[in-house]
């Protein structure tokens, strides 16, 4: 009979084998199909196309400010693309707030293949090159380590992250509990190395039912953080995908309306 040890010995070696061949396409399963802002029934929305350095064409949706208001820069999850948020867009627009959203490499038309630099060098030139202020960095998922990074290098006047993690090698060590996983990983995406330098005012949102990334990973990341203005907000019985609640939406407004420049 195989022992425990060598059992194991099988599956980690396995899971390098799988790693080597399939861990981009694993962090970053992206939509790539490209949908236009009127396409989808969202005139307000313009689309700009934002030419990195190494001239990979991003492409972004984005709409002006009411008065008053701040501007959000959104960093999405990894499933899915744009159009598959322009419902909760929408609901961002119509209560005044601007929005410059982000379509990653590999993502909703946009060029180039993902990585955890190229991402990164893509946001910070994004958000360096932003002029309107407030400016509030909203991640979601994947897209609140992108937000953790450029806060805590100074680039916001305040933070949102949904469904928030320490790293992604802590995200994915809950499916596949293996001692060896920290070192076969390439794209880490360590949030929690960074929080205690982020000093913005931050509020972080999860479900308490959350299977992809659990609960305990947004409240260590939570604790880390250096804000003095923070709040935590629990959405009960919600899991990671279903936290857009009403109750989620009011206490977003309060936050946003909150931040000043």
Do not use: C
Not at 44 to 58: K, M, N
């Amino acid at each position: 009979m195989i022992g425990i040890t060598a059992l194991m010995s099988v599956a980690t070696s396995y899971l390098a084998w799988y790693l080597e061949r399939h861990e981009t396409r694993m962090v970053y399963p992206f939509a790539a199909t490209y949908a236009a802002p009127v396409d989808i029934g969202e005139p307000r929305l313009i689309e700009p196309r934002f030419r990195q350095s190494d001239g990979t064409s991003v492409i972004l949706w984005r709409a002006e400010a009411m008065d008053g208001k701040p501007t959000i820069v959104y960093f999405p999850g990894n499933s899915g693309g744009l159009k598959d948020r322009v419902t909760r867009f929408q609901q961002l627009l119509d209560a005044g707030y601007g929005l410059v959203a982000v379509a990653y490499r590999g993502s909703s038309g946009s060029g180039g293949t993902p990585s955890e630099a190229l991402l990164t060098a893509d946001a910070r030139a994004i958000v360096k090159a932003e002029t309107a202020r407030p400016l509030v960095l909203y991640g979601e998922s994947l897209g609140t380590s992108l937000a953790v990074k450029l806060a805590a290098e100074g680039h916001s006047n305040g933070v949102v992250l949904e469904a928030p993690f320490t790293s992604i090698v802590d995200v994915v060590a809950v499916q596949f509990p293996l001692d060896q996983l920290d070192a076969l990983m390439t794209q880490r995406w360590s949030s929690l190395s960074h929080a205690p330098t982020l000093r913005q005012p931050l509020l972080v949102v999860h479900g308490t039912e959350d299977r992809i990334v659990p609960i305990t990973l947004g409240e260590e990341l939570f604790a880390a953080a250096g804000s003095t203005s923070k709040r935590f907000l629990r959405i009960e019985g919600r899991g990671h995908t279903e936290l857009w609640t009403p109750d989620m939406r009011h206490a977003l407004h309060g936050f946003l309306d909150g931040v000043s420049d």
